[in-house]
């Protein structure tokens, strides 16, 4: 178990639709860091979190936003939903200070989102 | 930007084996890590290794960051091996920090 919590783990829903995936971090850990996987491909970042601010940013579309809360944890929210969107997104989380690298990625299990 | 490279892209090979996987980079990186993800989607976490060796059972890693590579040794595979491994490290030169080799697909064969 890496400490990472990702709710829900499948998501189902239509074209034109919004949903919010949500992360819990490792405790301790200040960082959160977005990804996207679809079917078969390797993994694309988002966005990154540190201690509540938007710390860097990925190949995120503006369809796609994203928050950290003041208790860390982080929300991914997809509007206007395509099909292209159907993919897995993992949320990691590490022990970084925000502006060095050096704390390992430990990541969710992912929430599978298929839209239809 | 950065190159990364992992090769080779695809193994399959017999339970029992051995194998060595290699991620290449193109500048100087840090912290790299070696995830396996498994055929049910799940990342996990193998090593975390800006330098040097590591050993955890049958798997060991060494990234020799001077010559820009690192290595993941697998030894007596299992069928439970099978998945992708991804390399990944955080560089400055990359405004998403920290990047993901494009993997390498093992399958082990029973």
């Known amino acids: 178990d890496s400490g990472v919590t990702q709710t829900p783990k499948h998501l189902i829903t239509a074209t034109g639709q919004r949903v919010t995936l949500r992360c819990s971090p490792r405790s301790g850990d200040l960082s959160v860091y977005w990804y996207q996987q679809s079917l078969d491909q390797g993994l694309q970042f988002l966005i990154q979190?540190?201690?509540?601010?938007?710390?860097a940013k990925g190949n995120i579309l503006e369809r796609f936003s994203a928050q950290q809360f003041p208790d860390l944890h982080s929300e991914l929210n997809l509007s206007s939903l395509e099909l292209g969107d159907s993919a897995l997104y993992f949320c990691a989380s590490s022990a970084t200070t925000g502006q060095s690298y050096n704390s390992p990625l430990h990541f969710g299990n992912g929430t599978r989102l298929t839209v239809t | 930007g950065i190159q990364v490279e992992q090769s080779p892209p695809d193994l399959i090979l017999q339970e029992g084996a051995n194998s060595t996987l290699r991620c290449n980079f193109s500048?100087?990186?840090?912290?790299l890590q070696w995830f396996h993800q498994n055929p049910w989607g799940q990342l996990i976490n193998l090593f975390y290794?800006?330098?040097g060796t590591k050993q955890n059972g049958r798997l060991s890693a060494t990234t020799v960051a001077t010559e820009r590579y690192s290595l993941l040794y697998i030894s007596s595979s299992q069928t439970t091996d099978s998945g992708v491994y991804f390399c990944a490290f955080w560089t400055w030169s990359s405004a998403s920090k920290i990047i993901f080799g494009s993997g390498t697909r093992l399958s082990i064969r029973p």
């Open positions: 979190y540190y201690n509540g601010e938007e710390r």
């Open positions: 500048d100087s990186v840090n912290n």
């Open positions: 290794i800006p330098s």
